[in-house]
T-cell receptor, first 115, second 112 residues
Framework: DVKVTQSSRYLVKRTGEKVFLECVQD?????MFWYRQDPGLGLRLIYF???????EKGDIPEGYSVSREKKERFSLILESASTNQTSMYLC??????????????FGNGTRLTVT | QKEVEQNSGPLSVPEGAIASLNCTYS??????FFWYRQYSGKSPELIMF????GDKEDGRFTAQLNKASQYVSLLIRDSQPSDSATYLC????????????FGTGTKLQVIP
C-alpha cells in the first residue's frame, strides 16, 4: 500500500512565524501535491510538483512556498503565518503524469491553527 | 459554472437502502473520474475510479459514467451506518499535468 506521511497531525503557531509542513511518500511517485481543506470550500490546491526541484502553482499559492529536493519529500512553507491560514493541510502523491491513470493518495493531514 | 459540482447534502438514507450520489463536470474532454470517501476529521481515501461509459461495480459500490450528459454517479447498495461520510468526486484534467479538480463533496448519513 502507498504510504504518505505528514510530519505533524496538529500544529499551533503564532502569527508571523515561519511554518514548515513536511510530507514523505514511500512509493516512488512522480507527483506530489499540497491542498488545504476548509468547511464549505472543499479541497483547494496550493502547489504541486511533478519532479524533483519542479513546482507549479495551484489555485491558492499566495502566502505559501514549496520545496522538493528529493523525490520522496515535498515541503510546504508558510513564510509568515497568518490567522487566515488556519486550516487542514493535506499532502497527496500520485504515480505518473499520465492523464487519468493515477489517483491521488493522501496523507493523514495536518490541522494547523495560527493564533 | 463550477468545474465539478456536487450537492452538498446531507443525503439521509435508511440502513439497507441504496444511496445515490451524483457529480457533474464541465470539461467535456475529461476521461477519468475518481470517488473518494472522507470520514469526519480524516483524509480522503480512494474507493472507486471509472474511465469508460457505463457501470463499474466493486462490492456494494457501483460507479456510473455518462459522458454525453457529463455526469458520474456513485451508488452504494445495502447502505450501512459505517458508510456515513462525505463523498468527493474528483476529475483529472484532459491534458497537462495532473491538477485534479475536486467537488466540494456530498455528506451521506445512513440512519440505523
Amino acid at each position: 500500500d502507498v504510504k504518505v506521511t505528514q510530519s505533524s497531525r496538529y500544529l499551533v503557531k503564532r502569527t508571523g512565524e515561519k511554518v514548515f509542513l513536511e510530507c514523505v511518500q514511500d512509493m516512488d511517485h512522480e507527483n506530489m501535491f499540497w491542498y488545504r481543506q476548509d468547511p464549505g470550500l472543499g479541497l483547494r490546491l496550493i502547489y504541486f510538483s511533478y519532479d524533483v526541484k519542479m513546482k507549479e502553482k495551484g489555485d491558492i499559492p499566495e502566502g505559501y512556498s514549496v520545496s522538493r529536493e528529493k523525490k520522496e519529500r515535498f515541503s510546504l512553507i508558510l513564510e509568515s503565518a497568518s490567522t487566515n491560514q488556519t486550516s487542514m493541510y493535506l499532502c497527496a502523491s500520485s504515480l505518473t503524469r499520465s492523464i487519468g491513470s493515477s489517483p491521488l493518495h493522501f496523507g493523514n493531514g495536518t490541522r494547523l491553527t495560527v493564533t | 459554472q463550477k468545474e465539478v459540482e456536487q450537492n452538498s447534502g446531507p443525503l439521509s438514507v435508511p440502513e439497507g437502502a441504496i444511496a445515490s450520489l451524483n457529480c457533474t463536470y464541465s470539461d467535456r474532454g475529461s476521461q477519468s473520474f475518481f470517488w473518494y470517501r472522507q470520514y469526519s476529521g480524516k483524509s480522503p481515501e480512494l474507493i472507486m475510479f471509472i474511465y469508460s461509459n457505463g457501470d463499474k461495480e466493486d462490492g456494494r459500490f457501483t460507479a456510473q459514467l455518462n459522458k454525453a450528459s457529463q455526469y458520474v454517479s456513485l451508488l452504494i447498495r445495502d447502505s450501512q451506518p459505517s458508510d456515513s461520510a462525505t463523498y468527493l468526486c474528483a476529475v483529472p484534467p484532459n491534458q497537462g499535468y495532473q491538477k485534479v479538480t475536486f467537488g466540494t463533496g456530498t455528506k451521506l448519513q445512513v440512519i440505523p
